[in-house]
Nanobody
Framework: QVQLVESGGGLVQTGGSLRLSCEASGRTFSSYYMRWFRQAPGKEREFVAA????????DYTDSVKGRFTISRDNAKNTVYLQMNNLKPEDTAVYYC???????????WGQGTQVTVSS
């Protein structure tokens, strides 16, 4: 059974940094792509960043380009989201997501809260 466990959230001031981690277990993830989503109060969940486990190819939503970096550590089965120059509008619960390419497999973590104070 696939498990995704996020960590690293917290309270930070505007301009600060946080690094989120998503530890994945229960599969060999070479055929998966991993994504970070976020959901602010009263808003829909939105895509933040993605990384293809096998190639390391990345993708970002426009609002975080140049500030956030997604990466993975194959040995630790962990995906990271380095968030720099944080803004109050980045405040949300951040979720890790794993999708198997070409298969109807889609898994979510429990989320980690990120709060950016102005």
């Amino acid at each position: 059974q696939v498990q995704l466990v996020e960590s690293g959230g917290g309270l930070v001031q505007t301009g600060g940094s946080l690094r989120l981690s998503c530890e994945a277990s229960g599969r060999t993830f070479s055929s998966y792509y991993m994504r970070w989503f976020r959901q602010a109060p009263g808003k829909e969940r939105e895509f933040v960043a993605a990384i293809w486990w096998s190639t390391g190819t990345t993708d970002y939503t426009d609002s975080v380009k140049g500030r956030f970096t997604i990466s993975r550590d194959n040995a630790k089965n962990t995906v990271y989201l380095q968030m720099n120059n944080l803004k109050p509008e980045d405040t949300a619960v951040y979720y890790c997501n794993a999708v198997r390419e070409g298969r109807p497999e889609n898994y979510w973590g429990q989320g980690t809260q990120v709060t950016v104070s102005s």
